[in-house]
Structure formats: C-alpha cells, structure tokens
C-alpha cells in the first residue's frame, strides 16, 4: 500500500511539474544578472532656451530598481552642439533632493564625470535595493539651436538609442524666449507613432510618449522666429523653412499611412479576434459539461464507496481474523499509525509471544538517581516467534533486538532511543519500513479496490487537457474562460490523485467495524447485550487501541467483570488485576500509547531538523549542553 501511495505522489507531482512547465512556456520573464532588474517609470526633460542660442537641460530620471545596484551610468551625445556645461547632478531621496559630489571616492552620493569621443559620460554611485529613485541631472548644451535666415530651430533627440531598458512615460517641455506668438511656433515629433506634441502657448510646447522600448528614440524639433535667438553663434546662412516643412510633411505622411495600415491590421485582428472568441466561447460550453461529465463518471465507476449490505448499529463479535494493524489499514484508507504499533505490541502479548511486566528500575536524576515505574516487554521463552506476519516480527526484533537487550526492552527506553540524534535516524527509518510491512499484510486481504488506478489515470490526463486549454484558450482563442478551465483542471487533478475505495469486501468490513467500534464505546450501557467472555474482551481490547477506543474499554471493565474474573489463569496483560489497579492500568495504559506515538513524532521531528552547526554560523540545535548560564531563565505575555 505505501508503494502505490507513493506511485499515486509520483504522478501527481509529475502532474504538477508539467503544469508548471507548460506555465514556464507561457511567461515572459526579463532580468539583469543575478536576478536585478530594473526600468524607467518615470523620465521629465525641462529645455529652456536662451537668447543665445543655448539651452538649459534638466533631466529627472526615476528608476524601479528590483534588488540591489550600486549606482546608474547616463551617457549624453553632444552631437549637434558645441559642448556641455555646468554640469551637475542631483538625487532624490526620501528626505529630500541631495546634490552629488563630483569626485572618484566611489562613496553613496558621488559621480564622476568625463567627456569621450562627443560624449558628456556620468556615472553615479547611488547604492538602491528594491526601490524607486529618481536621479536629476542639469547642464547647459552650448549652441544648441540653429539659425537661419528665415528660421531658428531646436532640433535633438531627448531619448537616444543608447538604452537597453524600457522607458515608461517621457514628458519633455521646452520653452522658448519671449516674442513669438502661438502661430510663430512649429512642432515636429518623432520615434514611436504612440507620442504626441503640444503648442499650449506663446512659450512652451510639450512631447508626451507613453513608452518606448529599449534602443527607441525620441526626437522633437521646435521651429520659432530667428529674432528670439539674436546672439546664437550657430549660424546657417540660408533659408530653410520650406525645406524642412516639406520633408516634415513627408514623414507626416509616411507616419499618417503606417497609421492607417496600423487601424486596418488592428480592424483585422478585432475581427479575427471577434471569430476566435466565439470559437473559444462554443469550446467553453462543450468543455464546462464535459468536465462534470468526468467527475461524475470517474467518481461514480471508480471512487464511489461499494454499497456494503450490513447496516445494524452495533457488531458483537470481531469481523476479521486479521491482525489490529491490519485493520488500522482498512480503516484508514490505507494508513497506519504509531497507536497500531502498540496495539500489535499488546497483541502479541495476547497471543503469548511476549510477556508485559511492570518493574521497578534506577534513572538518573539531577540529585542522584531515583526508581521510577516501567513496563518490561520481554521475549516468552516457552512459546518461539514463528506463524508471525512480516509486520510483528519485524516489530519484536526492532523493538527487542535494535533497542533492547535481545530478550526484553523497557519502554522508556524506547523513547529515550527516538530522542536521541544518533538514533533517530535509525527509529524512523524503521517505523516506516514497519508501516511499509503492515501495509503489505493488509494488502493480501484485499480491501481495496484494484480499478481505482484505472480512475486516476483517467482523470489525471483530463485534467491536464483542461489545464493545457485553460492556458491556451487565451492565447489562441482570445477567451476569457481560460483561467476558469485552468482552475477546474487543477481541482481535477487533485481529485483524481487522490481516487481511492475499498473493494466490495472491504467496505462491507469497513461497516462491520465501525459498528464493532460503536459496540465497545456503548456496551456498558446495552442492557440486553450478552456479556462476552472476559478472554474474548481482553481480545476485543487489542482492536480497541487501533480503534481509539481503548481508554473507553478499560473505563467499562469493572462495570461488567467481577474481580475473579480478572483471576483466569488465560488473560495475559489483564491477569492478576484488581478493581484498584484499573484506574492505574488505564493511566499506564495510556502513557504507554502516547510514548510510542511521541517517540515516532520525535524521531520525525529530529530526522527533519537541519544538521547541527560546526562554524557558528546557524543551523539545528546540538545535544547537550555548553555550560552557559540562564538555566532558569523563562517568559512570558501580559
């Protein structure tokens, strides 16, 4: 059973995998080395254009940076002008804008500056973790306008090609000197046919793109009379004008036709997309119904219990001859758990195979050493191991060989043994090949049914067609149902890992069980009931643990038993006792169940941990102590 269990995770987590994968297939992912990135929000230009044919640039940059950079670089190409001056740059922090220090320190809030082959180069250190930042860098361009006869313009691409990101929303503003009116102003704007250009008065005209992609440039030419530049030295002596409006117009008129292909290719694609939508809308309602279509028939011929033809509220005797641990497994869907390990403890001792005792032995204290109560589980010399099931004998020469002495094992010791680092390993290990061993034993009972693979595999594979549609309904079919078919593709695949049932025979024990359970929780209280023997109740006692029910059990003992009962020479744990010892008992009882589940919770616990620390550096816990103090140190809320 824990083999097709781990068969059934197999091919759920395949499942999964593929689904992440065909995910991967579907998703762009961009990033600078070691998992940075980083992009342009935000990017202002202010121009000011002075009389002599000059202009004042201030550039106001923002950054989205995703993980850690230590700085930014902005190359300025002069070409066009005679130069650069004044250059200076600015950062904005949260309180506040910060000049930068020109110098070659490297240090937070420095750049340093150069000019190369026509280029104003700044490189800023400006350390940045997953934040936004915005970087101002002001300088003036020396001639930057030329003058012609009939003529000034300011002509330069404010974004170059030089980036290799995106730039999202570029504003750029230029003002002129004053003597024009808004008819003496021409603008021209050029890269991606998203911008748009703006004369809103006298003096300024704006540039708004919303963005453009890396290596894409922005330009803007702005045309005002020559007499508001009266000392600009850039001086071309011919007329221009109608020259630069007749190419202007051409590129006017070759964007105007990119634009109608543009709305009649998006027209087309409206159109294809209107067709493709219905398609994947008609896809959508056949594929809806078809999904509860397969639930209900997978979960109706293959996951649905079998009708089972016992339905009385209570069972009096045991329905099966099989071992507690095996019955744990029809219960359970498949599963055992640590409470079965002493329930097959005890039934071995049932059977005589072992012997329980309770001893008195010396423990180390913090004062000395003090005796404490135990149980002694030991081998019954009189009667050998053989005509056991796999699962109990691997239990006694785990429990009586591995941890004991080879004859007998204390059960303290057996905690003591999953606590330990060195062996928790080993515990684990060995509880789970005793659920592995169980599980085969129940097996051979078959309480399961076979066909329910058939079911998984059935479902599995729809589930992932509908994942696959879910993905591809929206990139093909233009459809919005595609999140709705992924989503159900996922909720199948986990039904369909999960199909399971007993078999015909194993749900009619199943019900008998569940009303034997009952039996034992109820019997004090059915008057009419028949008193079994109490051979037969110590039996019944062994199926309880596994059941649950045990501590219920043993609280009804001295209800329907008399004292001598307890003297018949064929009980094995429960010979001896008195009415006195039942509260004892029961409390033993109890604690020796939540010892073998806490030594299987620990060893887990332990196995799991991260392995200790040599450096210092972090890691799990060691053993033992370091002699620091604060022994009794502790805390608290209020």
Partial sequence: MLKRKKHVSTILLSAIMAVLLIITAFTTIVSADNGRSYFISKYNILVNINKDGSANIEEHITYSFSGKFNGINLDIDLSGTNGIEKPQVYINRNNGQVKAEQNNSGSSGTYIYNLSNNYAKFKVYEPSSNEEKTFVFKYDLIDAVTKYNDIAEFNRKMIGTGWDVRINNIYIKASIPEGATKEDIRVFGHGPLTG?????????????????????????RVMFPNKLVPDSKNIVPKDALQDILTHEKKLAEEANLERERAREYVKQQQEKQKRLSLIGSILFSILLPLWFVIIIYVYLKYDREFRHSFFGQYYRELPG???????????SMGKVYPRDIMATLM???????????????????????????????????????TGLKSHESFLVNWF???????????????????????????????????????????????FFDNSAKKGQIIGIISSLLFVAAGIALPAVLFTNYGLILFFLGIVMLIFSARIKR?????????????????FLKD????????????ILWEHYLVYAISLGVAKEVIKQLPLVFRESDLNNPQLTFLYGMSYGHF????????????????AVTTANAIAASKNSSLSG????????????????SGGGAF
Avoid at 321 to 331: C, G, K, Q, R, W
Wanted: glycine fraction near 10%.
């Fill in 196 to 220: 748009e250009s703006e004369i809103t008065d006298s003096r300024n005209v704006e540039f708004k793109v919303p963005a453009v992609s890396a290596g894409t440039f922005v330009e803007t």
């Fill in 523 to 534: 019997f004090s209280r059915l008057r009419e009931a028949e008193v079994p023997s109490i």
């Fill in 347 to 385: 039934d071995l001792v049932r059977k005589r195979y072992l012997l329980l005792e309770e001893v008195s032995v010396d423990r180390k204290s913090l004062f000395g050493s003090k005796k404490i109560t135990d149980y002694m589980i030991s081998l019954n010399d009189e009667k050998p191991l």
């Fill in 617 to 632: 550096r972090g890691g799990g816990f060691s053993g033992g102590s370091s002699g620091g103090g604060g022994g009794g």
């Fill in 583 to 598: 509260s004892n008992f029961e409390r033993t009882f109890n604690n020796t169940i939540r010892t073998v589940e806490s």
């Fill in 321 to 331: 001859e099989y071992t507690p641990a095996e019955m744990s497994v029809l219960m």
């Fill in 400 to 446: 009586i060989n591995d941890i004991g002495s080879g004859h007998d094992v204390l059960l303290d010791d057996i905690k003591e043994y999953s606590k330990k680092t060195k062996t928790a390993m080993d515990f684990k290990g060995s509880y789970d090949l005793w659920c592995e061993k169980a599980e085969m034993e129940a097996r051979k009972n078959k």
């Fill in 502 to 518: 007993r078999s015909s025979y194993g749900s009619e024990q199943y019900a008998m069980w569940k009303a034997f359970r009952k």
